[in-house]
């Protein structure tokens, strides 16, 4: 790891001081910046000249996106405008909520704009047609991001109860396909980290910042998460981003530092240092890098990767990272290489006579069929002819010798140990139901079953604090884990599922402080 030490950038000052937002059109030829007055700037790429200016805006402007023939910007008064990038005019406006605007998603067509705001209602509308509108209406609470899959059927929002929902946009009304819950922070719409899920370039994942202030890699398939970027900042992270390759990620925190990540092994391979970062975009075609802090500067930096790792940006596609990455297996139907050098079975077998008379000499002898041994071939490399006995059948050499200790009974040497992972404590198993979970090294993945499934529901979550105590009753249940790494020691109630809106709660304990029992009444 690498703090890179080049000539300072100067800051462009873009916006008055709050919150400045920026993004890049899919062809990478502008930047689009907006920020708390009613000015949008437009950056040309290799242009160092001053930008385009585009003055009949809304005031203190929450979101911006972009296409390569438009681009749309949201408000604190609730309005979210659509502007012509060839023209720099005002062309219509999309949509309007009642309450401030706090993220826009643009589908990679550049048909369907995301809203979300802070009412509960996220709003997908038609940027041909505005009076084609689709609404999410499954999360209980306002929705801080919006993120869409590079294929254009999913959408991840990132809500303010501290879980990710996955929509299914492939019908003609939108589906929860799932709920991650146990990652990200209950952050509130204007706070100023980050809890976006953002999708790699691949879409088979998306990463997201933890409540430990690291970046977690969680399947799209199945929800489970997966490798993780961890021991980075030492602050909240406040944005993040893939390169268009997915070979390497790019995250900003309140520890004044923007870290570059190697994909594959989640390792920090530089440190800039940048204070005040809260929205970062990445070039799509090339080496560069642009950002924005909440002192209203936007900075574009060329050649943001040295020369050391460029190698990695200029890669094809790269795989998320996955712990059993399916595409860095071998499949099954390979074919296995040739001991000894071999060619094969057909190459070795001796050629026949000519024309013979005899049936015996056409068909050759049965010793001589054992000698060659060609019973079976493996002509398609299944496999099923490896040593093969002079019989034609499979022998039982692949199995290794036994150490046998009585011939009756062929028990070996060894005995099986379990894996001994320190369970809850006794409370958390009673006539309600019981709590275990599994040890993942990172993180614990915490299941809750109940004896009358008909009454409650289970559930499971990823658990980054490491509770190792737990009890439950009808109405909820705690857990606890123990002072660690230089963080006090953590109560986390979690209520039951219900049809109404669940309200669980975390509290620290004070310093010095550790829980060694607890009772639900």
């Known amino acids: 790891m690498t703090t890179v030490a080049q000539p300072r950038l100067r800051g462009r000052p873009a916006h008055p001081a709050g919150p400045t937002f920026l993004t890049y059109t899919p062809n990478g030829r502008k930047l689009v910046t907006a920020g708390s007055n009613n000015v949008i700037r437009v950056y040309t790429t290799g242009f160092d000249g001053e930008p385009i200016n585009i003055d009949d805006c809304q005031e203190n402007n929450t979101a911006v996106a972009a296409s390569n023939e438009f681009f749309i910007t949201g408000s604190e008064d609730g309005t979210v405008c659509m502007y012509s990038l060839e023209t720099n005019q005002y062309e219509k ?3 309007r909520c009642s309450l401030p605007i706090r993220d826009i998603a643009l ?8 809203v979300a705001s802070d009412e509960l209602t996220v709003k997908i509308v038609n940027t041909l047609d505005t009076d084609r509108i689709l609404f999410l209406r499954d999360q209980p609470k306002p929705t801080k991001h919006l993120s869409f899959h590079p294929s254009g059927l999913y959408l991840a929002a990132s809500c303010t109860d501290g879980i990710i929902y996955i929509y299914s946009l492939s019908t003609e009304q939108p589906e929860l396909e799932r709920k991650v819950d146990g990652l990200i922070r209950g952050l509130e719409t204007d706070a100023e980290p980050s809890s976006k899920a953002i999708w790699h370039p691949d879409g088979r994942a998306f990463a997201t910042p933890t409540a430990t202030r690291d970046i977690a890699v969680v399947s799209r398939v199945d929800g489970e998460r997966q490798r993780t970027f961890s021991g980075g900042h030492m602050g909240d992270i ?11 990620l790019l995250t900003a925190g309140t520890d004044r530092k923007i870290l570059l990540w190697e994909t594959q092994t989640q390792k920090v391979l530089a440190r800039y240092d940048y204070a005040n970062v809260i929205n970062l975009v990445w070039h799509p075609h090339e080496n560069m890098a642009s950002f924005a802090t909440s002192d209203g500067e936007v900075y574009i930096y060329a050649d943001f990767v040295t020369t050391d790792f460029t190698p990695l940006l200029e ?5 998320a990272p996955f712990i059993h ?28 006579s000519g024309t013979p008379d005899s049936l015996d000499e056409i068909l050759g002898s049965e010793d001589e069929g054992r000698e060659e041994g060609d019973f079976v071939i493996d002509d398609d490399g299944a496999g099923y ?21 009585d011939s009756k009974r062929r028990a070996t040497y060894q005995t099986w140990k379990p894996r001994i992972h320190q369970s809850f404590q006794p409370g958390s198993l009673n006539l309600i139901g019981f709590v275990w979970t ?21 559930f499971h979550f990823t658990d980054p604090y490491l509770y190792d105590k737990a009890c439950l009753n009808d109405n909820g249940t705690l857990f606890s884990c123990p002072p660690a790494n230089g963080n006090p020691a953590l109560v986390f109630y979690r209520p039951h599922e219900t049809w109404t809106v669940r309200s669980d709660w975390r509290t620290q304990l004070p310093v010095g402080e550790d829980v060694t029992c607890k009772s639900l009444t």
């Open 93 to 95: 406006m999309l949509t």
């Open 107 to 114: 589908s990679p067509d550049g048909l369907w704009a995301a």
């Open 238 to 248: 406040t944005a993040l981003t893939w390169s268009p390759n997915g070979a390497l």
């Open 315 to 319: 890669k094809t596609l790269q795989p």
């Open 325 to 352: 990455d399916p595409l860095g297996e071998i499949s099954s139907n390979a074919r296995r290489p040739i001991t000894n050098g071999a060619k094969g079975i057909l190459d070795i077998r001796p050629r026949r």
């Open 385 to 405: 002819a490896l040593g093969v006995n002079g019989f034609g059948k499979r022998s039982n050499g692949h199995f290794g010798d036994i150490d046998v200790v």
């Open 438 to 458: 599994v040890d993942q090294d990172t993180h614990h993945t915490v299941t809750v079953e109940f004896y009358d499934r008909e009454y409650h529901r289970d």
